[in-house]
């Protein structure tokens, strides 16, 4: 089973305005809300391919409710721990240019986070774990280092889509993978990314460091794959960017779907530029009808 962890998830607030004006009343254009957080992005897209996963972390209050029956209704089973105060709400402004205000987030005790823990330690060899995100301020630094060690001592695989100095805490256990852009890549290793070039000589140093599989995300000049014997580039499908949230979960979620279901890392990868591109191109997550759309435009080149 693959379970999704969010530390902090969020009610997302996508609103659009044609031109904000501040200091002025503004309206509305269009407007949804969708539960947010990288894990659970991770959860509804494997949910659309017809992957079953678990969605956990820490869910309080009133948005707390709307996120757990809103995955629910997707038919994604949820193993939240319940906190006292409110799951935060994140605002996504789309104007002249894209703005995102996120909430702090609720306290988490030290009680709760003893049973994230507790519930972590019932994973078996036959589990992944999918840990998506920053850490929120109000929980320790080293929150994920201690829950991928407690995977490393059950069996279970883990990955981890989050900056860099979370992935130095985790690289020496392992992860099955990992999923930094170019700017989290440049971050790691104090330098900057700017080609795919660049990407695969940093991404094979990770690998190098404990990494079994990477994939960079360079936005519109492509993508790699990097692990022992594979070295991969891919350009990336041409269309609108209507939104970037999301769009690095749901290449992680197109990578586990193909990958666990057939082994073939190259299939998984170029399913996994699709799933980002068709995410990058719609409000919301990308449809499986929409990444089989992209599919054909995704070209490998393998590398020495």
Not at 64 to 90: H, M, W
Not at 146 to 174: H, N, W
Not at 244 to 261: H, I, R, Y
């Amino acid at each position: 089973m693959i379970y999704t962890l969010t530390l902090n998830p969020s009610v997302d607030y996508i609103i659009n305005v044609d031109d904000i004006q501040l200091g002025q009343l503004n309206r509305t254009k269009a407007e949804a809300k969708f539960p947010g957080g990288k894990g659970i992005n991770v959860s509804r897209l494997l949910g659309s391919m017809g992957v079953k996963s678990i969605a956990t972390g820490f869910l309080g209050g009133f948005t707390g409710t709307y996120v757990k029956q809103a995955l629910q209704k997707e038919g994604i089973e949820t193993a939240f721990v319940e906190v006292e105060e409110d799951t935060r709400i994140n605002i996504k402004l789309k104007s002249s240019s894209e703005t995102e205000i996120n909430a702090q987030g609720p306290e988490i005790s030290a009680h709760n986070l003893q049973r994230l823990k507790d519930q972590i330690m019932k994973l078996t060899v036959d589990d992944i774990l999918v840990l998506a995100g920053s850490i929120p301020s109000r929980l320790p630094k080293t929150i994920y280092e201690d829950l991928v060690k407690i995977c490393k001592e059950t069996g279970a695989e883990f990955v981890v889509d989050a900056e860099g100095s979370i992935l130095q805490r985790v690289l020496p256990y392992q992860p099955f993978l990992i999923k930094p852009n170019h700017h989290e890549l440049g971050q790691f290793f104090d330098k900057e990314i700017t080609s795919c070039e660049d990407a695969l000589y940093y991404g094979k140093k990770l690998v190098e460091l404990g990494a079994k599989n990477v994939i960079v995300s360079l936005a519109e000049k492509g993508a790699v794959f990097i692990n022992e014997e594979l070295a991969l580039t891919s350009t990336v499908p041409k269309g609108e960017l209507k939104s970037s949230v999301g769009a690095g979960d749901s290449m992680v979620a197109g990578f586990l779907s193909k990958s666990l279901n057939n082994g073939d890392l190259m299939e998984a990868f170029r399913y996994s530029v699709a799933s980002g591109s068709a995410t990058a191109f719609s409000i919301g997550l990308g449809s499986p009808e929409k990444i089989e759309e992209l599919l054909s435009q995704v070209q490998l080149t393998e590398s020495v």
